[in-house]
C-alpha cells in the first residue's frame, strides 16, 4: 500500500536551472497538495487541487507551477530556480475536503537544494 | 489574519514525566484543529481531529483537548519512542482546502 510517492528523493540544482517534482497517490483521493517546509517556518501551501482538472494558489506560490495530470497525479515545477527555493517539499492528499475532515496523507518528502 | 502558533519550540523530557504542548489559533469559523507527527526524514502523519470546543481525544499516552482559542497535546508518561515533532494545523477560514500549520513543537524524550 504505497499511499503517497514522491520524486526524486533528493536533487542538487544550480541556480537558473528547472526542474519538476513528480507526485502519485494511490488511495483515489480527490484533492492534492504541495507544501514545502523550511526550518522554524513550518509547512507552507504553495499550490492545491481540488479536484482533477482545477489548481489554486496556496500561501507561497511564487516562483513555482504545477500540473494535476489526472487523479492520481500533481506535479510542481521549478522554472528558474533559485536559493530561496532550497527546502523540503511535501506532496499530500485528501480525499474530500468539502466533507469537513480534511486529513491529509503525506508523502516522505523531496529535499532541494539550489546552490 | 489566519494564523496557527505552536508552543513550546522544543521540549526535552524525562522518559516517565508528563507534558502538554499548546497549539494557539486565530481562524475564523474553524473547521477542525488537525494534530500531526512528524519524525525525522519523513512525512507527518495524522493523530487527531478536533472540531469542537470541549472535545478530547486520546490515543495511547496522547490527549488533544480544543477550546476556543486553543489546543493542548497532553502526553501522559512518554516513552523515548514519542519523540518527534508534533504539529497543529487548521483551514484556512477561506475554505477547507488550505490548512495552515504551525511550526511544530520537537519534542525529545530520554530514558
Known amino acids: 500500500n504505497a499511499g503517497v510517492t514522491q520524486t526524486p528523493k533528493f536533487q542538487v540544482l544550480k541556480t537558473g536551472q528547472s526542474m519538476t517534482l513528480q507526485c502519485a497517490q494511490d488511495?483515489?483521493?480527490?484533492?492534492m497538495y504541495w507544501y514545502r517546509q523550511d526550518p522554524g517556518m513550518g509547512l507552507r501551501l504553495i499550490y492545491y487541487s481540488a479536484s482533477e482538472g482545477t489548481t489554486d494558489k496556496g500561501e507561497v506560490p511564487n516562483g513555482y507551477n504545477v500540473s494535476r495530470l489526472n487523479k492520481r497525479e500533481f506535479s510542481l515545477r521549478l522554472e528558474s530556480a533559485a536559493p530561496s527555493q532550497t527546502s523540503v517539499y511535501f506532496c499530500?492528499?485528501?480525499?474530500?475536503?468539502?466533507?469537513?475532515?480534511?486529513?491529509?496523507?503525506f508523502g516522505a518528502g523531496s529535499r532541494l537544494t539550489v546552490l | 489574519e489566519d494564523q496557527v502558533t505552536q508552543s513550546p519550540e522544543a521540549l526535552r523530557l524525562q522518559e516517565g514525566e508528563s507534558s502538554s504542548l499548546n497549539c494557539s489559533y486565530t481562524?475564523?469559523?474553524?473547521?477542525?484543529l488537525f494534530w500531526y507527527r512528524q519524525d525525522p526524514g519523513k512525512g507527518p502523519e495524522f493523530l487527531f481531529t478536533l472540531y469542537s470546543a470541549g472535545e478530547e481525544k486520546e490515543k495511547e499516552r496522547l490527549k488533544a483537548t480544543l477550546t476556543k482559542k486553543e489546543s493542548f497535546l497532553h502526553i501522559t508518561a512518554p516513552k523515548p519512542e514519542d519523540s518527534a515533532t508534533y504539529l497543529c494545523?487548521?483551514?484556512?477560514?477561506?475554505?477547507?482546502?488550505?490548512?495552515?500549520f504551525g511550526a511544530g513543537t520537537r519534542l525529545a524524550v530520554h530514558p
Open positions: 488511495m483515489n483521493h480527490n484533492s
Open positions: 481562524v475564523s469559523g474553524l473547521r477542525g
Open positions: 494545523a487548521a483551514p484556512f477560514s477561506g475554505g477547507y482546502n488550505k490548512l495552515i
Open positions: 499530500a492528499s485528501s480525499p474530500d475536503p468539502s466533507s469537513g475532515a480534511n486529513v491529509l496523507t
